[in-house]
């Protein structure tokens, strides 16, 4: 066995692939598992400055400062840089191994104590009643001892760590057994045995079919055009234009509001794309209203095409955009302290009763097994408000895996303050109709270029506060009534529903 920390990564998105990326470069041994071997998306965007230093130079396809253009047709030129990445670039990050097999995350315990409760079980228990008058004494007993040993036991349990496998075929056979001749990769003899519990574990698993979601949703339609078929006024980057195309349909009040992305990528050609932020829809293939939006987001590239006077047949190419905006609960990646276990099985006589008293310590910490995180958009990576996660994922890999390896919290940065704050303002997009929404970047835009970077890809919560106040003076300008919208639907405390 090597003495080398090793590591499983659990899907190979972009998260999965970065992360499994730059713990091989750190000397780890790193194996990646997805069943389709890594998936990339079409089209991935990052502001410049999230961009580390270790990131090939190669990966980056086009770079430019964009436009932003509101409603009644006002345009700036914002300060930051932004890029759009070579995705064969990044799917080539390498150096570790790769099993086209899906994997499942869990617990080891890799040595344990042996309890006080269960020498006085060897010695024998009283009845229930002795039982009852002795559970306090018990429990008393347990918190004094974890006291006397100080620290140690508000820190990850020593006992615990991470543990991985390779999900098998199952054999339809008779009687439900295995083939003679069957190995089960994670058992004995089987070529992931050695691989089952590992020093680190990332899961960077994105969506499942049967993952509970938000049920909001990105949607999006967009082509592409080589350069000389985009007239030479409408070569400009734009990373929102939130005018209504004059040949629109009649604008429903039902209908979110839609703007144009238009980038240069990296080979001569442009991508032209028509983006509802967020919209309410489940993940179910058969929702009404799913498809109502993807109607809606194709009719709206067409006017657009048309406005810009583009021909919808010169596309050389076609991007179609639809995932949830998060997942219902973000996981909880504080690992839990070692009183957690010492509190969770507080026996209750003969037999196989207990009471969980594990509770008391959620002060210290968490649910999540030490070793042990969730990376990437399902993993609270993903701006709830906006969709991005891979810049986001690039910036924050290397303190990530420092935390994972020194068995600490590997939540993202702001944790549960600045995630409830972006979920608020989540929820505030899906309360408003086209026009309020409009009228909310209109005056988004009038914002500091400073205050605007705050919002899309900062990591602290007071300062992501201090931008929504900020933002309060020039929307009372724009539209009162749309302000007084925005505090009632942040303030209601109404989740966004899961599917």
């Known amino acids: 066995m090597s003495s080398r920390i090793r590591a499983v990564v659990l899907g190979l998105g972009p998260a999965g692939r970065v992360a499994a990326h730059r713990a091989a470069a750190r000397g780890w041994e790193v194996i ?104 306090l004494d018990r429990t008393r007993d347990r918190l004094a001892a974890a006291l006397a040993r100080g620290r140690g036991l508000l820190r990850p349990d020593p006992a615990e760590g991470p543990g991985a496998s390779v999900i098998h075929e199952f054999f339809d056979v008779d009687g439900d057994g295995f083939p003679a001749d069957f190995v089960d990769p994670n058992g004995p003899g089987g070529d992931f045995e050695a691989w089952t519990a590992p020093d680190v574990v990332v899961d960077a698993i994105g969506v499942t079919p049967y993952a509970a979601v938000l049920d909001a949703r990105q949607i999006a339609r967009g082509q592409i055009f080589r350069e000389e078929d985009v007239p030479a006024e409408h070569r400009v980057p734009v990373l929102m234009d939130f005018r209504a195309p004059e040949g629109a349909d009649a604008e429903s009040t039902t209908l979110p509001a839609t703007f144009s992305y238009r980038l240069p990528l990296c080979d001569g050609t442009w991508l032209i794309e028509e983006t509802i932020l967020a919209g309410r829809a489940s993940s179910d293939p058969d929702d009404p209203r799913r498809a109502e939006l993807h109607d809606h987001v194709r009719r709206r590239q067409a006017s657009r095409l048309a406005d810009l006077g583009i021909d919808p047949a010169a596309a050389i190419g076609e991007e179609t955009v639809d995932f949830p905006l998060g997942p219902w609960r973000l996981p909880d990646n504080r690992p839990r302290v070692a009183l957690a276990n010492r509190l969770k099985l507080i026996p209750l006589g003969r037999g196989d009763r207990f009471l969980d008293l594990s509770f008391l310590t959620r002060p210290f910490g968490g649910d999540g097994i030490p070793g042990y995180g969730h990376f990437g958009a399902m993993g609270g990576w993903m701006h709830p408000a906006t969709g991005y996660s891979v810049g986001s ?46 009228e909310f970047f209109d005056a988004f835009f009038t914002l500091p270029d400073s205050a605007i ?12 506060m201090a931008v929504m106040f900020r933002l309060a003076l020039p929307l009372a300008r724009k539209n009162p009534a749309t302000l007084v919208k925005l505090l009632a639907v942040f303030a209601d405390g109404k989740p966004v529903a899961p599917h």
Not at 61 to 89: E, N, Q
Not at 105 to 123: C, D, K, L, P, Q
Not at 406 to 430: M, Q
Request: charged share 25%; proline share 7%.
């Open 32 to 135: 990646a598992l997805d069943p389709a071997g890594g998936s990339m998306p079409s089209t991935v965007g990052a502001w410049a400055p999230q961009l580390p230093a270790w990131l090939p130079g190669n990966a980056v396809a086009s770079r430019f400062r964009p436009t932003v253009i509101t409603s009644d047709g006002r345009r700036r030129l914002l300060d930051d840089d932004y890029v759009v990445l070579d995705t064969a670039v990044l799917a080539g990050l390498g150096g570790f191994a790769v099993r086209e097999d899906p994997g499942m995350g869990a617990v080891t315990v890799r040595f344990s104590f042996r309890a006080e409760e269960e020498e006085a079980a060897e010695e024998g228990v009283g009845g229930d009643d002795e039982v009852c008058a002795g559970l």
């Open 393 to 438: 994922v690039l910036a924050d890999v290397d303190r990530f895996l420092d935390r994972l390896e020194t068995r600490s919290d590997g939540s993202p940065p702001g944790g549960w303050p600045l995630a409830w704050l972006r979920r608020r303002g989540l929820h505030v997009l899906l309360g408003f109709d086209p026009h309020q929404t409009r």
């Open 453 to 464: 970077r705050e919002f899309l890809t900062g990591t602290s919560a007071p300062k992501t």
